[in-house]
């Protein structure tokens, strides 16, 4: 009888241990990018508590005003979107300036529920000279045991040649970091494009393939999220969200990153 007591406790001892080896070799988290449309459309109020609503580790923002003057968004004039959204949904804030306008700047942003120790701002190609684009990453603790780089962008309006080499800068960049990464953005490109196809081929598509502008009736796909490396990232779920605060929808997604064991 002793014996067999001693043998149900090693077994439950291994299974306890294999159980707790698994949860540490896998990260869950919830990612979201989001065209603001400089707050055109909806108070950064409402804004925030849409974003809140999905509990997100990382948000990527776009077209993210501060202390603008615009005719057509006077309720947001002189207003710093990301400070204010960082307060309002009790995450850290971060810009990336792209031009001045209007008396203060545009850009995009990022939004993380965890601390972050490096953070750059990578200004992208414009060979036709055109408005300048940029990419914000950062890197971040989560939990005190893991590292990830998440990183947004906003790509050339005008430009399918321009979009793809702004691509490809930055997917140079990124896949040098020494952590898994995360891309969000408005790449104003659909999934055909060569921006796309060629672009992010080495990369995972964290989203399905709901359209997402304009938000009214949606009619393209052009917003994504991307993981790198691609083998590692496994989407939960995912969803392009209806919402009419904005011309883009959201998308939320949920995944794991699965790292490997020595």
């Known amino acids: 009888m002793k014996k067999f007591l001693l043998i149900l406790l090693l077994l439950s001892t291994c299974v306890g241990n294999w159980a707790s080896a698994q949860k540490q070799d896998t990260l869950r988290i919830r990612v979201m990018t989001y065209n603001l449309r400089f707050g055109e459309l909806a108070?950064?109020?409402?804004?925030?508590?849409?974003?809140?609503?999905?509990?997100?580790?990382?948000?990527?923002?776009?077209?993210?005003?501060?202390?603008?003057?615009?005719?057509?968004?006077?309720?947001?004039?002189?207003?710093?979107?990301?400070?204010?959204?960082?307060?309002?949904?009790?995450?850290?804030?971060?810009y990336g300036k792209s031009i001045t306008y209007k008396n203060g700047y545009y850009g995009i942003g990022i939004l993380s529920v965890h601390p972050y120790f490096k953070v750059e701002k990578m200004m992208l190609p414009r060979p036709q000279e055109k408005e300048q684009r940029v990419m914000l990453q950062g890197t971040f603790e989560i939990n005190g045991t893991d590292t990830i780089t998440f990183a947004c962008t906003?790509?050339?309006?005008?430009?399918?040649?321009?979009?793809?080499?702004?691509?490809?800068?930055?997917t140079e960049t990124l896949k040098q970091s020494p952590y898994p990464?995360?891309?969000?953005?408005?790449?104003?490109?659909?999934?055909?494009?060569?921006t796309v196809q060629k672009g992010m081929i080495d990369w995972e598509l964290l989203t399905n393939h709901d359209l997402t502008f304009p938000a009214h009736k949606p009619s393209i796909k052009i917003d994504y999220l991307f993981g790198y490396p691609k083998s590692g990232w496994r989407v939960i779920r995912t969803q392009a969200v209806q919402s009419l605060l904005s011309d883009h929808l959201p998308i939320v997604t949920e995944l794991e990153l699965i790292r490997e064991t020595k």
């Open 43 to 94: 108070s950064l109020e409402q804004i925030a508590e849409h974003i809140k609503a999905f509990k997100p580790d990382f948000v990527a923002l776009q077209e993210v005003d501060s202390k603008t003057f615009r005719e057509r968004a006077p309720k947001q004039n002189g207003k710093d979107f990301i400070t204010e959204l960082g307060y309002r949904t009790g995450m850290y804030p971060l």
């Open 154 to 170: 906003h790509l050339d309006y005008f430009s399918e040649d321009t979009r793809f080499l702004q691509i490809q800068k930055i």
């Open 181 to 194: 990464v995360i891309l969000g953005g408005d790449f104003n490109a659909r999934p055909d494009s060569k």
